[in-house]
């Protein structure tokens, strides 16, 4: 498979079944900020757009052989349980774990490190946002698009929506994801991209480590939902 760099991030994040890890590890945003050509992402990152498509390219030829999973041949009702059962279940555990570690930072560095109520606010914004965009997903949309699915393999009328079309909540969950996304972006700066200073205890460390991870994993959480599910549910929406 040939990348072409001029296709954009959030197409071959979709086309390529794990070139999210390399897009993360580059710092080239795949989900909210998708929307750039690859080799302008690439040269905003400061890395080699041709290295950068080897790599995809390498990744390409693994999907092929069926060593990395390609979401988009599986049925939205398998897409959502696997979002809410490894993103979900992940982000609420992780949200409630580092809350009181963060509190334990906060109350021995603070005075040192100011930085550190700032983070802790954007933090439990970020919580607060999270703990409800998931709840909607899963009372309301999630069972609207396995509906949608089942309506569409039986050949039946779609399910009715309070909210009128499918696309109204995905409009909102989009919107919700960029407000997270905007939190993590400030966080990771606060943190000077998550790099303890030299004084951090072992508490300290592991704070920032892990608000790292949960940052990756939202960000390939969003991508699954932003360029995946949504698109393939307004599509089943308007041709059932």
């Given at each position: 498979?040939m990348?072409?760099t001029?296709?954009t991030?959030r197409e071959l994040?979709?086309e390529?079944?794990g070139?999210?890890?390399v897009?993360?590890k580059l710092?080239?945003d795949?989900?909210?900020?998708?929307?750039?050509?690859?080799?302008e992402?690439?040269?905003?990152?400061?890395?080699?757009?041709?290295d950068?498509?080897?790599?995809l390219?390498?990744?390409?030829r693994?999907k092929?052989?069926?060593?990395?999973?390609?979401?988009?041949?599986?049925?939205l009702?398998?897409?959502?349980?696997?979002i809410?059962?490894?993103?979900?279940?992940f982000t609420?555990e992780?949200?409630?774990r580092l809350?009181p570690?963060?509190?334990k930072?906060?109350?021995v560095?603070?005075?040192?490190?100011p930085?550190?109520?700032?983070?802790?606010?954007?933090?439990?914004?970020?919580?607060r946002?999270?703990?409800?965009h998931?709840?909607?997903e899963?009372?309301?949309?999630?069972p609207?698009v396995a509906?949608l699915e089942?309506?569409?393999?039986?050949?039946?009328?779609?399910?009715?929506?309070?909210?009128?079309?499918?696309q109204?909540?995905?409009?909102?969950?989009m919107t919700e994801h960029?407000a997270a996304?905007?939190?993590?972006r400030s966080?990771r700066?606060?943190?000077?991209?998550?790099?303890a200073?030299?004084?951090?205890?072992?508490?300290?460390?592991t704070?920032?480590?892990?608000?790292?991870?949960?940052?990756?994993?939202l960000?390939?959480?969003i991508?699954?939902?932003n360029?995946?599910?949504f698109?393939r549910?307004?599509e089943?929406e308007?041709?059932?």
């Open positions: 498979m990348i072409n001029t296709k991030v994040a979709v390529v079944a070139a999210t890890r897009f993360e710092g080239i795949y989900c909210c900020g998708g929307g750039k050509a690859l080799e992402a690439c040269a905003v990152a400061g890395v080699s757009a041709e950068v498509a080897r790599s390219e390498e990744i390409a693994a092929e052989g069926g060593e990395l999973k390609d979401w988009n041949a599986e049925s009702t398998q897409l959502i349980s696997h809410i059962n490894k993103h979900h279940v609420r992780e949200l409630d809350d570690l963060l509190a930072v906060c109350k560095y603070a005075d040192k490190h930085e550190l109520p700032r983070i802790q606010a954007l933090f439990q914004e970020l919580k946002e999270l703990t409800a998931m709840m909607k899963e009372q309301v949309l999630f609207y509906e089942e309506a569409s393999n039986d050949e039946s009328a779609k399910p009715l929506a309070f909210f009128g079309t499918v109204n909540p995905i409009r909102m969950m960029d996304g905007e939190i993590l966080i700066k606060l943190s000077a991209d998550f790099a200073p030299a004084d951090a205890c072992v508490s300290y460390q704070l920032y480590q892990s608000l790292e991870e949960l940052e990756q994993d960000h390939q959480h991508h699954l939902e360029n995946i599910l698109p549910a307004i089943m308007s041709v059932s």
